[in-house]
């Protein structure tokens, strides 16, 4: 499959992500609303991760970290609907199948969040160590994961459930490599900072400015986690309102990675999206305009002349008339709202133009043009060359 076509598809994954919640939402019993909320909350962050994903990859195929942001939301909302059937108290057919499945795919697949924080945002990265070292943690999650898989007795996802291919006798080994998972994890998730450092150290300004909003995301991460922590040792936050504090906060602080990439993209024209952003607003709000318009002057035209047929064509012919001017009129309210710095550089352009009429003297119009480029371009250097007549 072509780049192309994968990118054609790739917004199938929001999609899949959303049944995956739905199927979680339909089989889990929860014992009250609040631990219905909760759950919604996670959902949430799920969604978050797999539409921020399809917007990068949509746009730029061949980089990665779209592809990663995808992954980690369809995955761990598919990974929840697996819990959720494993531990139906009905007794579901494979519902041990799924047990074991979630038991060793949830914590380790956590490693992918590393490596998205090591290839942002270019998709590489930064040098054959930083590759080596990337390798090196999934490679350490892998067996991290293999050991969960073989270890024989109860499911960590459901205790009840026995590892139905757990293998006699490696207990104690298996034991020790799971106990060493989660440090290496956190050893990885260390190696992910210091690679942000790295980074930002080597990055021209532009590039630091997008890596601001991942750092950002990053601090509020340990912050989220310092407080949840002094939550958990201070009060009892396995029920009640606690309960959904400590999970908002943990939500908030996973959710802050495709957050920090989705402002990125908004505010310093990361992967170059602002095109579509520009045009699903536009558009979104052009098709709720004439929607609005035609069912009103429908409703109108039928209740004043009292036939419906000609209050349909009469509101077709509106609609259609409408169409440019509204178009014009909502291009220009999203540019000045969302899109500052092109509609400056639109009005700049369009005052010049407007100038240019009356301007006669040269030297007068190549300080004015020099002038506008410099406000509407920021280049680095502006020169001028005129032809000189023959």
């Known amino acids: 499959m072509s780049w192309e076509r994968a990118a054609r598809l790739v917004w199938a994954v929001p999609v899949l992500t959303l049944c995956f919640e739905a199927a979680f939402l339909a089989i889990a019993d929860y014992p009250d609303a609040g631990s219905e909320g909760v759950e919604f909350l996670f959902l949430l962050t799920f969604m978050t991760y797999s539409v921020v994903g399809a917007l990068i990859a949509s746009r730029h195929p061949r980089n990665p970290v779209g592809w990663l942001f995808c992954f980690v939301g369809v995955f761990f909302a598919g ?72 270890n024989p007795g109860p499911l960590q996802a459901v205790e009840t459930i026995s590892n139905p291919f757990g293998i006699d006798g490696t207990r104690g080994v298996l034991d020790a490599v799971a106990t060493f998972g989660p440090l290496v994890l956190a050893f990885s998730i260390g190696l992910a900072l210091a690679g942000v450092i790295v980074r930002f150290r080597r990055a021209r300004a532009r590039e630091r400015r997008q890596l601001k909003w991942l750092a950002l995301a990053a601090g509020y991460l340990i912050a989220v986690v310092v407080v949840t922590v002094a939550l ?159």
């Open 232 to 390: 958990v040792l201070a009060f009892n936050t396995d029920e009640g309102a606690w309960d959904f504090v400590v999970a908002l906060l943990i939500c908030s602080g996973i959710a802050a990675l495709p957050v920090a990439a989705a402002l990125a993209i908004l505010r310093e024209r990361l992967y170059d999206i602002d095109v579509v952003i520009n045009r699903a607003l536009v558009y979104g709000a052009l098709t709720a305009t004439l929607a609005a318009t035609y069912l009103g002057s429908v409703v109108l035209i039928g209740l004043a002349v009292g036939q419906s047929g000609f209050a349909v064509a009469a509101s077709t012919l509106a609609v259609a008339a409408l169409f440019r001017p509204a178009r014009a009129r909502i291009q220009e309210a999203v540019d000045r709202r969302f899109f500052r710095r092109r509609y400056d550089a639109a009005q700049t352009l369009a005052g010049f133009g407007a100038r240019l009429r009356d301007e006669v003297e040269l030297d007068a119009l190549s300080r004015e043009l020099r002038s506008v480029i410099r406000e509407s371009v920021q280049p680095s250097h502006v020169s001028l060359w005129l032809r000189t007549p023959r």
């Open 79 to 150: 990974s929840e609907a697996l819990y959720a059937y494993a531990r139906d108290p009905t007794g579901p057919a494979g519902a041990d199948i799924a047990a074991w499945v979630q038991s060793w795919t949830g914590e380790p697949v956590a490693v992918v969040v590393v490596l998205l924080v090591l290839l942002f945002p270019d998709g590489r990265f930064l040098s054959p160590r930083w590759r080596r070292a990337g390798v090196a943690a999934v490679v350490a999650c892998v067996v991290w994961a293999v050991a969960l898989a073989l």
